[in-house]
């Protein structure tokens, strides 16, 4: 016995809409009139007892701010007894408001990345806090963000049909703050069983009427029904179609079962998707009823059948005589598992070690030696996660086995810029730093044509298919091109460099250009010429010197000097306006031009027409 005693006065119960008095007595007269609960740790209480300070009369189980949580109002006393009859009204009032009132929305923010290691395009995946209808789904790049969180510690999950799902634990968002870097890798679940029904029914076992039919499939040219001949019969206890052999679910942790369906199915009449650990003692997974006129798709996840060590697969139909329509089809059954571990980067070969033989593979892939990678393969060589694979690749997965072979890191300084430059027959490096690796494409000539110096001690591999030529440089103990100009290679003259991608000693990209250098003094004829007002002057000089561009008259004299100055080697262009050095026009006529060097001179007539 005794009065209500207001624990928490700022609570909505206690203040809204109606300010509640701090006691409320009771009219005990009885047992069942009044009680005291003890609240349990994730409760609070609004008012408490007087004979039991410590527990409560009115006790909120809402433990926190997330909508979906539980809102709980429990009251130990007969409201009836309430000796206020207007605090009745008044906290019967509060308490609904309460329970009814949408809670605000949280501010934080989750985002991350989600990569399919199988494709480029990441779009599609459903990223979602657990516990909560809190989620968001993947863009193109893979990127997602879930606005709108409340403060706390959640398990966040990643899923598409397909692939496996993946969990992140104990990620903590707060108010007005982003939680960043919440990232994924999805692999491809492996297809361990496949029937599109154009190999006749050998992996089924089936019940009479269930057949093969070609008068409608998903994918050309037939399908599994179960009444080929036309519309079903009545059967309660249902024919089916079973799995002839068991599939193997040993290791696995998830799975997924997949097929395209349509259906006329009568009033009462049921289409049921079955598993078995056993093929004696079946397990509904899905239940399908009514009429589905169109080819569906249907993802059904098995995650809860894997520890079984085998598993039948069933389609059953129950029917009874009242309604007996076309019935059910089935198309492109297949059973989808995880390949039992998770997979790593650079384990190309999938063999548990990172080791030069995943090297090999990756170097014979970017060489287009050998069958093209697989999905998984492809993931597991793309070392820095750019949906390419390429020497930056191979530079990384070298790293990797150094590292965990405690060989120390290279100390040198990298590069950050790079030039390739061709001077005839010879290819160099130019750069500000270190390189650890280079990969060249070339279109035209002949691979046997390519001579790498001794100079050179990276690793060298070649390919060439058609006109295309593919050149890996790339060390597997560390060594480098050093800074500064180095001689590559020798190549053809018909060989042109179609693309480089220079690596520094990270693995990451160089900023690279190519240029083609001449290899001896050219002055070329102006153009136009003819020429008003202006014309082009163009010049190869194979090296650097000082140089000297000069216009004359028919008589000699000196009209204009265009260029006098230091050349580094390369390709030039100038434009003259047909201005002396005054800067006066000159008249019409014929003129000359010459560039000067140290052991080089070259004279050409131009006109100018006014």
């Not at 169109?294 to 059948?305: A, G």
């Not at 697989?374 to 990797?400: K, M, S, Y």
Request: charged share 20%; glycine share 8%; hydrophobic share 40%.
């Amino acid at each position: 016995e005794g009065a209500l005693n207001q624990i928490l006065p700022e609570h909505p119960i206690s203040s809204l809409p109606n300010t509640i008095p701090a006691t409320l007595n009771i009219n005990y007269s009885s047992y069942g009139d009044e009680d005291a609960s003890h609240p349990l740790s994730d409760a609070y209480i609004v008012y408490n007892t007087t004979g039991e300070p410590a527990d409560g009369g009115i006790i909120v189980y809402d433990d926190n701010d997330i909508p979906v949580s539980a809102q709980i109002v429990f009251y130990s006393f007969a409201f009836s007894k309430l000796g206020d009859t207007n605090s009745r009204k008044d906290i019967l009032e509060n308490t609904v408001l309460y329970l009814t009132t949408p809670e605000i929305l949280g501010t934080g923010i989750v985002t991350g990345n989600v990569d399919l290691i199988d494709v480029e395009v990441d779009a599609g995946v459903k990223v979602e806090i657990l516990g909560t209808n809190y989620s968001a789904f993947t863009d193109a790049s893979g990127d997602y963000t879930i606005n709108n969180v409340y403060p706390g510690n959640f398990s966040v999950r990643a899923s598409k049909p397909g692939y496996t799902s993946q969990i992140v634990t104990d990620i903590a968002v707060e108010n007005d703050l982003t939680t960043e870097n919440v990232d994924f890798f999805l692999q491809p679940l492996l297809v361990v069983f496949f029937d599109d029904f154009e190999n006749g029914i050998s992996q089924w076992n089936l019940d009479n009427p269930w057949g093969l039919t070609g008068s409608s499939y998903f994918s050309a040219t037939h399908s599994l029904t179960d009444s080929p001949e036309g519309n079903y019969t009545g059967n309660p206890t249902g024919w089916s179609a079973s799995t002839a052999v068991p599939i193997n679910m040993e290791e696995c942790a998830q799975g997924l079962l997949r097929f395209w369906h349509k259906y006329e199915l009568g009033v009462g009449d049921i289409a049921s998707v079955e598993v078995s650990g056993d093929g004696s003692f079946w397990e509904i997974v899905k239940t399908f009823s009514g009429i589905q006129e169109n080819w569906e798709l249907v993802n059904l996840n098995l995650d809860s059948y894997t520890s079984y060590d085998f598993l039948w697969l069933r389609f059953r139909m129950s029917a009874n005589t009242i309604d007996n329509l076309d019935g059910w089809y089935i198309d492109n059954v297949e059973v989808m598992l995880d390949a039992g571990s998770a997979l790593v980067k650079g384990d190309i070969n999938q063999d548990g070690n990172i080791d030069v033989a995943d090297v090999v593979k990756e170097v014979n892939f970017i060489l287009n030696a050998g069958e093209p990678p697989t999905p998984v393969e492809f993931w597991c060589a793309d070392i820095n996660g750019d949906h390419q694979i390429n020497v930056l690749d191979v530079v990384e997965l070298v790293r990797i086995i150094l590292n965990e072979k405690g060989i120390a890191k290279r100390t040198g300084k990298s590069a950050t810029k790079c030039e390739i430059i061709r001077r005839g027959d010879m290819l160099y490096c130019n750069s500000n730093g270190d390189i650890a690796g280079l990969e060249i494409h070339f279109i035209g000539g002949d691979k046997n044509s390519i001579i790498i110096p001794p100079e050179v001690v990276l690793e060298s591999a070649v390919s060439q298919k058609n006109d295309q030529t593919i050149i890996l440089l790339y060390s597997l103990d560390e060594k480098v091109l050093p800074a500064g100009e180095n001689a590559l290679m020798t190549i053809s003259e018909g060989m042109k460099v179609k693309s480089v991608i220079v690596s520094d000693l990270l693995g990451r990209k160089i900023e690279t250009c190519v240029r083609e250098l001449p290899t001896r003094f050219t002055l070329y004829q102006n153009y136009p010429n003819p020429f008003n007002p202006t014309t082009k002057i163009a010049f190869d000089i194979p090296k650097s010197t000082h140089a000297t561009l000069t216009v004359y008259d028919m008589l000699g004299r000196e009209v204009n000097v265009l260029k006098d100055g230091f050349f580094e080697a390369g390709n030039y262009e100038v434009v003259w306006d047909g201005r002396n050095s005054y800067g006066t026009q000159v008249a019409s006529g014929i003129y000359f031009y010459s560039i000067k060097s140290v052991g080089f001179e070259k004279i050409r007539k131009m006109v100018l027409v006014r």
